[in-house]
Structures are given as structure tokens and as C-alpha cells.
């Protein structure tokens, strides 16, 4: 069984860091792309960033270019998110999610396992 668990979210001030954690499980995860998603109330799931399976090719968002970090380390298993100068409207909760791939996939539809997400609060 797949399965993917997200840690690192909390409430933090507007300025400050975060560093999220994606730990998988029950799949040949070099063999994966990685991405991270972000859904507020009443929105829909956006993409914040995506890796390769390589861990060479990586895309952000606009909202994330310039502040955020996508990082794979393929021998942990794990999957991160460096999440720096965060703003109100950062306020989510946020998923890590995997699909079979070895290029950079950037639509939540193509994803295949998904995470329970992590809620991360930035106040003002």
C-alpha cells in the first residue's frame, strides 16, 4: 500500500519559515515525480511546486518563485518544502502527492497517491 504522510505545518507569523516533510512509503520512490499542492477554503487545490524523479528538474508556482524550496532526498524517501517569507494568504493546507513519472508533472489530476495533508496558518 501506498502512502504518503505530510509533517512540518503549524501557525506561524507573517514573515517567518517552514519547513514541510513528505515521508512515502509502499512504492519504488526514485521511480516517482513529486509534487506539492495547497488548498484554501472555498478554493481550488493549487500546484506550489514539482520535482522529477531526478530531483534535476523542478517548477514553482508564481506565488512560490522566490520563496519556496522543493527537495528530494531519494534514499529517505522523503520529499520537502522550504517555505520561507510566508504571508497571510499562504494560509492552506497542503498536500504532498506522487505519480509514476520521469519528468515534472505540474496537474493535480495526473497525480496518482495523495497525502492527508498538513494545515499551515500564517497570521498577520
Known amino acids: 500500500q501506498v502512502q504518503l504522510v505530510e509533517s512540518g505545518g503549524g501557525l506561524v507569523q507573517a514573515g517567518d519559515s517552514l519547513r514541510l516533510s513528505c515521508a512515502a512509503s509502499?512504492?519504488?520512490?526514485?521511480?516517482?515525480?513529486m509534487g506539492w499542492f495547497r488548498q484554501a477554503p472555498g478554493k481550488d487545490r493549487d500546484i506550489v511546486a514539482a520535482?522529477?524523479?531526478?530531483?534535476?528538474?523542478?517548477y514553482y508556482a508564481d506565488f512560490a518563485k522566490g520563496r519556496f524550496t522543493i527537495s528530494r532526498v531519494n534514499a529517505k524517501n522523503a520529499v520537502y518544502l522550504q517555505m520561507n517569507s510566508l504571508k497571510p494568504e499562504d494560509t492552506a493546507v497542503y498536500y504532498c502527492?506522487?505519480?509514476?513519472?520521469?519528468?515534472?508533472?505540474?496537474?493535480?489530476?495526473?497525480?496518482?497517491?495523495w497525502g492527508q495533508g498538513t494545515q499551515v496558518t500564517v497570521s498577520s
Open positions: 502527492a506522487a505519480v509514476r513519472s520521469i519528468a515534472v508533472v505540474t496537474t493535480s489530476q495526473s497525480y496518482n497517491y
Open positions: 520535482i522529477s524523479w531526478s530531483g534535476g528538474n523542478t
Open positions: 509502499g512504492l519504488t520512490f526514485s521511480n516517482y515525480a
